[in-house]
């Protein structure tokens, strides 16, 4: 699950070409539609710790524009990458209490809302469950971006969403 990474890196440069009917891919036989990601490798040398991100334009191969990246330093990169597990961790926590929260409400709530005590359970509960979708999409959402920070921004880089381009790593 650690990443490591290193200041002279090759990087992919997908760009989304299209969404596919039939297989993607021919050793992904079993799926049966999906994005049809295209492009290249390109390699960068990150900065020394310490110091501010790279500027790089690489040019797609597949739509020829040019994309201007951020490469960030091994140093920096890890630090980006704690930061969202620190926030997608935080984020779960919430969940937790809001499920505890919601499942104590729940119980009070459960008669007839007569009480104000009742009528002010049950909007706990729709509280609670608002809470619980957000912090859980949050949590989702901060981990899997976590997952694909390459310690490269701009031009939609690091996104956990589907993108026009897309930057990896090879071999990730
Ligand atoms: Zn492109």
């Known amino acids: 699950m650690a990443a490591t990474f290193h200041r002279t890196e090759e990087f992919t440069l997908l760009h989304r070409s299209g969404y596919l009917a039939g297989p993607v891919g021919d050793e992904?036989?079993?799926r049966v539609h999906g994005w049809e990601y295209r492009g290249d490798r390109w390699s960068a040398n990150r900065p020394a710790d310490g110091d501010p991100p790279e500027q790089i334009t690489v040019?797609?191969?597949?739509?020829?524009?040019p994309i201007a990246f951020r490469?960030?330093?091994?140093?920096?990169?890890r630090t980006l990458r704690a930061a969202l597990r620190w926030g997608a961790a935080a984020s779960a926590v919430v969940a937790v209490l809001a499920i505890v929260l919601t499942g104590t409400a729940v119980g009070i709530a459960d008669e007839a809302a007569r009480s104000a005590e009742e009528q002010e359970a049950v909007f706990m509960?729709?509280?609670?469950?608002?809470?619980?979708?957000?912090?859980?999409?949050?949590?989702?959402?901060?981990?899997l971006k976590a997952q694909a920070q390459v310690g490269v921004s701009g031009g939609g880089a690091g996104a956990a969403t589907?993108?026009?381009h897309v930057v990896g790593r090879v071999g990730d």
């Open 28 to 30: 992904d036989a079993g």
């Open 162 to 164: 589907l993108a026009k």
């Open 71 to 77: 490469v960030r330093s091994v140093a920096a990169t």
């Open 59 to 65: 040019a797609c191969s597949v739509c020829s524009e």
């Open 125 to 143: 509960v729709a509280l609670g469950v608002v809470l619980v979708a957000a912090s859980l999409t949050t949590a989702w959402t901060l981990a």
